[in-house]
């Protein structure tokens, strides 16, 4: 079973509809993030959450908000989906040493590709 | 200047090739970092660290030079298998968030 998983895979939306991403992870990390992937802007920082109890702004946040209801799962969502949110969005998780002892290694959900019309 | 910076390509190369990828990072406080490797549709995933020693993994070569704020990554012996895109990784001087390239496509052909 995956590490990181994530639900849906694929979406297709309207503007105006509030949708929901989520992510799970099995890994027992404290740290989950969420991205989203453009053709030609790479990964971007949309939320990151270093404990259940936290919760910080990435380089993009607006018209997006984040629930992180346990260690494991971390939701990002559309409150109300725009065109220029399709993406292709990834949730990630890492601990501060992994056990190779490589610093801040991040295990990514195999991602949700979102389509807002 | 963008905060790390790599030259998209793509790189097209034989199999056999050595190929070199180069990145440039603007925070020169930054501490860590890495090449993430990212093949078509699929999640990006860890290839190596880069240490300020610089480090081989196999037919991967890691290279830091921090006075000029510069990254590369040297394959030997280029495989099919290689063909992927490469993020350029560096953690941001908070420690908080990493901050990826946009990545150099590179595809080896037989």
């Known amino acids: 079973d995956a590490d990181v998983t994530q639900t849906p895979r694929n979406r297709i939306t309207k503007t105006g509809k509030r949708i929901m991403l989520e992510c799970s992870q099995t890994k027992g990390h404290d740290r989950m993030y969420w991205y989203r992937q453009d053709p030609g802007l790479g990964l971007r920082l949309i939320y990151y959450?270093?404990?259940?109890?936290?919760?910080n702004k990435g380089e993009i946040s607006d018209g997006y908000s984040v629930s992180r209801q346990a260690q494991a799962k971390f939701s990002l969502s559309l409150e109300s989906a725009i065109p220029n949110q399709t993406a292709l969005y990834f949730c990630?998780?890492?601990?501060?040493?992994?056990?190779?002892?490589?610093?801040?290694?991040?295990?990514f959900g195999p991602g949700t590709r979102l389509l807002v019309l | 200047r963008k905060e790390v910076e790599q030259d998209p390509g793509p790189f097209n190369v034989p199999e056999g090739a050595t190929v070199a990828f180069n990145c440039t990072y603007s925070n020169s406080a930054s501490q860590s970092f890495f090449w993430y490797r990212q093949d078509c549709r699929k999640e990006p995933k860890l290839l190596m660290s880069?240490?300020?020693s610089g480090n081989e993994d196999g037919r991967f070569t890691a290279q830091l030079n921090r006075a000029s704020q510069y990254i590369s990554l040297l394959i030997r012996d280029s495989k099919l298998s290689d063909s992927a895109t490469y993020l350029c990784v560096v953690m941001n001087q908070a420690g908080t968030a990493l901050i990826f390239g946009k990545g150099t496509t590179l595809s080896v052909s037989s």
């Open positions: 990630a998780t890492s601990d501060l040493w992994s056990g190779t002892g490589d610093l801040e290694t991040q295990y």
């Open positions: 959450s270093f404990d259940v109890k936290d919760i």
């Open positions: 880069v240490y300020s």
